[in-house]
């Protein structure tokens, strides 16, 4: 998103019952003056007065309760006497062992409380309504204080928040201000310290908040809790949580746009549409889903628009009796990556509520994208859908009033009605919404399918839809088109949407051509037979060693990050395929080193071929220097269709021809050894390594997998970067193949990486101007490596010359200069880091990055420490890239490594050189900074005779318990269970900082005197448990 000056805009199109403006121009009279950030503020607050929010002068935490409790009042027509009140806040809205996750379920499951009167009867109490949302009250306030434990307050440090919109009295969207001008990344950190210093103080109401707004009045974002609990959580422990690795951090912001998807970035333009009543209500109450693993979702506006467009189809061609026809569907084309199965959920969701709806019906058209949108929707819901294994159990559930959502593929729709001429579903209303909606829909079953139901609403959602101009010939002339299959368009959210939004990635293409793989020309060789040619052995010799001499410069293999993986991956995939209840993944967190690949072949002969070639060429290898390399195919009729649709694998291997079995078993046997399983080729056992085989992918366990079709769409990986193509592609399968790699993970992983042995770039822009448009190219590629590298050299040059490694820099305009430019340096260095003609181009030296490094941060403690509670902080200018300073980073094993060089050398502690090049690491890492001592005082003692790394597991187990037991005697905890609580935490992964667990550590103290209580002790606790486990996260002894 440009981070140009964004204009105001007024809308031309409201819809009474649309959520999403549809159509907006800009307003041309803004204000040019300076703007403050008060006046920013006092702005923004007039303007939600003019839209009937009340404005409420309220700055205290009793304020806030009396407020709250006249306002549920008000909502429930009802009066609370003081006791009746003291009861229903202490336990129903203010428990003390309740904490976001508690709250935020309060919101979005459980809203309505139950009161226990003082007559003994008991009330139903709202806290918000979600039937009619404009029954509920909205005020805003601003410049709430919260004190501090210097002045006598509750909270680590004095706070003062910008704006708050209460609902029925609860505090549920924060807006945070910046002044115009300021990196907008500056207010998502802002609340990073409010969070943690304040939010949870005194009867944490803020802890309600679920949607989060941050603005400098040029741009303005929103986000929800989990989004902002995730990076706390991830800032207080080193990336270390048990959460989804996904939105955590600033990349998962979102922008609000108008129905036509033109981002809506001016503060005054979002308050208008985003803040309006009706749509911020709608948001709140319909458009977030609370996940199984309990993650706030919340949907982003092109999503909410189809959404409502579908549902507005459905009531209308039911009022207008045209159910059955083309007239009740429509398609909705949203791009690969964008979030289609949580859009086709909600819609699901909210079409069961619908008055005459009997049934939602969710087809794909693949039996494995059955189980993962079965996998998915139970994360968005459990429970809220079924699946089947068999047309009988489909038959069962089509017959059962409660099973509202069904989960099924085309093949298993179209047996059943084969099967079953006369059920009583078809005179049903049945909404049948169709996922990818291209290849066996287009035929037969699709006419069988609307032939047997008579009131159908007929919905397909679609990466790449098939128009006029890339239709086959084949097939019936009536549903050549996603259109004439569907009926309208209803909304479209192209690729260059989704990367101009930053919802998906964009690609960096590398054609590595015949000259370097010694192939013959492509354009030379286009007729049928090439495929023989290209299967030379002295090609794929050449290709598969380029691979592996390119393959950790590609996925990133130097970089790290926290990735949270499924440990109990054969449990998962067992219960799925036996029809037992889903076993629930069990989910770890541990560093994970660089990103995976897929590599595309052209046919299984060139997949068995290439899989040769790796076995050979890493055979010398040692062990853990060799590539962990899955394979899978089964039989296709034919690799690609004359609408580039990569054709479906079927999966039973039994329509395989004896040969390419055999070497499909030896490989599965392969992978047995690998990971300790016990799969083959039958039937079931096949699809349960395809299953398995995705999760392992998807954990970062597997770090490369060959292919023909099978993973290359509807397949979602984060952990996935670099796909390599020996395998032509066009239009649809094109864009899909590209697409598994460019999923958002972190801010290390900045673009999808495609290696292409094959010249593609004719089909890639005929592609990307079929479904993005004609300018595509320049949004969705990257710029080349020239563009990137002189701009690299000239800021290297400006570093270099300004501040010479290890001199201080001083004064905070000089600081902050120096920040800036280093920040830029290390993006730059990011991009650049996968282009092959970076590699002995770097310019600045290992040495001298290191001290760069540890000059920047230096300057990032500095600045953290001045965040004391002040209003104005000179962080507002400075953004720091901690993450990509992380990702160089030298860890343990290395400092160790170096521990022996520095003993074996001498042993009497006079290599210099060597003691200054550990320190010199240690000051150079982000993780390892606060160890410092510990690593200092292991070198100093270190014995000259037993193995370093035995040496260091004991010091550190001695010092971690002795740290521990200090802590424990001065906080007076309970031994046993406080050892067990850490225990745990170096286990999971992270603290349980809410709920009951931190409290059965605590001594007895009365929860409710003012000072010294129940919540400063506890707070006081998991401030020094949260330093004591950053402090022995990542050094071993014992941690698992």
Not at 150 to 158: E, F, L, T, V
Not at 796 to 803: D, G, I, M, R, T
Request: glycine letters at 6%; a neutral charge; charged letters at 25%.
């Amino acid at each position: 998103m440009s981070e140009a000056r964004a204009l105001r805009y007024d809308p031309i199109a409201v819809s009474a019952e649309s959520t999403v403006v549809s159509e907006y121009v800009p307003d041309a009279s803004g204000e040019e003056s300076y703007q403050s950030e008060a006046e920013l503020e006092d702005s923004l607050i007039k303007l939600l007065e003019s839209q009937a929010y009340e404005y409420l002068p309220l700055h205290t935490e009793s304020d806030l309760v009396d407020n709250l409790r006249a306002q549920l009042e008000a909502l429930n027509h009802m009066t609370f006497t003081d006791g009746e009140w003291q009861r229903f806040f202490t336990h129903s809205i203010a428990d003390r062992n309740d904490g976001i996750v508690e709250k935020t379920v309060r919101i979005q499951e459980d809203s309505v409380q139950v009161l226990r009167r003082d007559d003994g009867s008991t009330k139903n109490v709202m806290l918000i309504d979600k039937a009619n949302v404009h029954n509920n009250s909205l005020q805003v306030v601003n410049q709430y204080e919260v004190p501090g434990r210097p002045d006598g307050g509750p909270a680590k440090y004095s706070n003062r928040y910008d704006v708050t919109i209460l609902v029925n009295g609860l505090p549920l969207v924060h807006v945070e201000l910046k002044r115009r001008g300021v990196d907008l990344r500056e207010a998502f950190n802002q609340i990073d310290r409010y969070q943690r210093d304040s939010f949870w103080a005194g009867s944490g109401l803020f802890e309600y908040v679920q949607l989060f707004v941050i603005s400098n009045g040029t741009l303005t974002k929103y986000y929800s809790n989990t989004t902002r609990r995730q990076h706390i959580v991830e800032a207080r422990q080193q990336s270390r949580s048990t959460r989804r690795q996904t939105s955590n951090s600033f990349e998962f912001t979102s922008w609000w746009a108008d129905a036509n998807n033109k981002p809506i970035m001016d503060l005054r333009a979002f308050t208008k549409t985003f803040l309006a009543k009706h749509t911020l209500l709608n948001i709140l109450t319909r458009y977030c889903v609370l996940t199984a693993d309990r993650m706030l979702l919340v949907m982003r506006p092109y999503q909410i628009v189809a959404t409502e467009r579908i549902l507005q189809r459905i009531l209308v061609s039911s009022n207008y009796h045209q159910l059955g026809t083309v007239k009740a569907g429509g398609y909705v084309w949203h791009t690969t990556g964008s979030g289609k199965t949580l859009t086709s959920f909600k819609t699901a969701q909210l079409a069961t509520r619908m008055d005459g709806v009997d049934k939602v019906l969710f087809v794909v058209d693949r039996k494995d994208l059955d189980y993962q949108t079965m996998r998915e929707y139970d994360r968005f819901q459990k429970g809220a859908a079924n699946s089947n294994t068999s047309t009988r159990v489909l038959k069962r559930q089509l017959g059962d009033p409660g099973a509202r959502i069904i989960i099924t593929t085309i093949q298993k729709l179209s047996l059943f009605v084969q099967a079953n001429p006369q059920h009583p579903v078809y005179s049903q209303h049945v909404v049948i919404i169709f996922d990818e909606c291209h290849r066996s829909q287009f035929g037969d079953m699709h006419t069988l399918i609307t032939k047997s139901f008579k009131r159908y609403n007929l919905f397909g959602f679609t990466g790449t839809p098939i128009f006029s101009a890339n239709a086959g010939a084949g097939g019936n002339p009536r549903l050549r088109t996603t259109e004439q299959a569907f009926g309208d368009r209803l909304h479209t959210y192209t690729i260059v949407d989704a990367i101009r939004d930053r919802n998906v990635l964009p690609f960096r293409i590398d054609y590595v051509n015949s000259v370097q793989v010694g192939a013959v020309q492509d354009a030379q060789v286009s007729a049928i037979d090439t495929e023989k040619a290209l299967l030379d052995n002295r090609r794929l010799y050449q290709i598969v060693k380029y691979t592996l001499e390119h393959f950790d410069q590609k996925t990133r293999r130097a970089s790290s990050y926290e990735h949270a993986l499924v440990t109990n991956v054969a449990d998962v995939v067992k219960s799925r395929r036996s029809g037992h209840d889903a076993v629930a993944e069990v989910r770890r967190t541990q560093r994970a080193h660089g990103f995976n690949a897929l590599f595309a072949t052209a046919s299984i002969q060139a997949a068995k071929r290439y899989y040769i070639q790796f076995q050979h060429q890493q055979a010398d290898l040692p062990p853990d220097r060799r590539l962990k390399i899955g394979l899978i195919y089964s039989y296709a009729p034919n690799t690609q269709s004359q609408e580039g649709i990569l054709d479906e694998e079927d999966f039973d291997p039994n329509a395989l021809h004896g040969d390419d079995r055999d070497f499909l078993e030896d490989v599965i046997q392969d992978y047995n050894e690998m990971f300790g399983t016990s799969y083959d080729t039958s039937a079931d056992r096949f699809q349960n390594y395809y299953k398995d085989l995705s999760l392992r992918l998807k954990n970062r366990q597997i770090d490369l997998v060959i292919v023909v079709n099978m993973f290359l769409t509807g397949f979602d990986a984060t952990t996935l970067n670099t796909l390599f193509v020996d395998k032509n592609l066009r239009l649809h399968g094109l864009i899909q193949a590209f697409s598994r790699t460019n999923r958002i993970l972190n801010s290390v992983k900045t673009y999808g990486n495609i290696v292409s042995f094959r010249n593609l770039e004719k089909e890639t822009n005929e592609a990307l101007e079929l479904f993005g448009n004609k300018d595509a190219k320049g949004i969705v590629l990257l710029k080349p490596y020239n563009d990137y590298y002189q701009e690299y050299a000239k800021k290297v040059h400006e570093l270099v010359s300004s501040y010479p490694a290890g001199e201080r820099i001083v004064g905070e305009s000089q600081q902050k200069a120096f920040i800036a430019l280093f920040g830029t340096i290390l993006r730059l260095q990011n991009i650049l880091s996968s282009f092959d003609e970076y590699t002995g181009h770097e310019i600045l030296s290992e040495r001298d990055g290191q001290d760069y490094r540890s000059m920047y941060l230096d300057l990032y403690a500095e600045f953290r420490k001045t965040g004391n509670g002040d209003k104005e902080s000179i962080n507002d200018d400075v953004t720091f890239e901690i993450e990509l300073v992380k990702q160089v980073e030298i860890n343990v094993d290395y400092i160790l490594m170096l521990v022996e060089r520095y003993r074996q050398e001498h042993g009497n502690g006079e290599d210099r050189e060597i003691r200054a090049e550990i320190s010199r690491a240690v000051d150079a890492s982000p993780t390892l900074r606060d160890k410092k001592d510990l690593i200092e005082t292991f070198v100093d003692t270190i014995s000259l005779t037993n193995p370093v790394d035995r040496e260091w597991q004991r010091f550190i187990a001695a010092r971690r318990e002795q740290e521990l037991h200090a802590i424990i005697d001065e906080e007076h905890l309970k031994p046993e269970p406080a050892e067990r609580f850490i225990s745990n935490a170096f286990r999971d992964g992270a603290l349980q900082t809410s709920g009951t667990a931190i409290t059965t550590i605590l001594p007895p103290v009365s929860r409710f005197t003012a000072h010294g209580g129940h919540t400063e002790k506890k707070q006081r606790v998991i401030d020094k448990l949260n330093a004591f486990f950053r402090r022995f996260t990542g050094l071993g002894a014992g941690e698992s």
